[in-house]
């Protein structure tokens, strides 16, 4: 099999979204984007392409192999989103805001699995699945800014 030029449109039929809340510092928009990227990227290795290099030989880390959008919404939007994505049978990653006080992954988790479903305080979530159901799911939010 052949590369694709590189220049040529890739079409995906997955979709990776990031949805994060607008009000959050800059320092927090970031710190939950690359968790939550992390999260997809642990689930799925097969997104991840091959690893870089640069003209000189010297070589870099893979990075996903598809764009990555992300958006930002309300906590209501983050509400809603996060419900329909369960609903469609999404994978799905959450940082919520009780994560902001914790020290590592552990108390991360600690700090999810105290909460009920219905009432996590979500900053972020990151979505991946069928491009479709991951565009209707997150329909009408705006790229963040």
């Not at 990031?18 to 799925?44: K, Y």
């Not at 991840?48 to 209501?76: C, F, H, K, R």
């Not at 105290?114 to 799911?137: E, M, Q």
Request: zero cysteines.
């Amino acid at each position: 099999m052949t590369e694709p030029h590189p220049d040529a449109p890739v079409r995906f039929d997955t979709k990776i979204v990031v949805l994060l809340r607008t009000d959050l510092a800059p320092w927090q928009a970031l710190n939950v984007t690359a968790f939550l990227v992390s999260g997809i990227t642990a689930a799925h290795p097969e997104a991840v392409g091959e690893p870089y290099a640069d003209a000189d030989g010297t070589p870099y880390l893979a990075l996903l192999g598809q764009p990555v959008v992300v958006l930002g919404g309300t906590a209501e939007q983050l509400t809603a989103s996060h419900a329909k994505a369960v609903g469609r049978g999404l994978d799905q990653a959450v940082y919520t805001r009780e994560m902001f006080s914790t020290g590592h992954d552990a108390a991360n988790r600690a700090a999810v699995r105290a909460v009920g479903r219905d009432d996590l305080d979500l900053v972020g979530i990151a979505l991946h699945g069928p491009k479709n159901a991951v565009d209707k799911t997150v329909k009408g939010i705006p790229l963040h800014s």
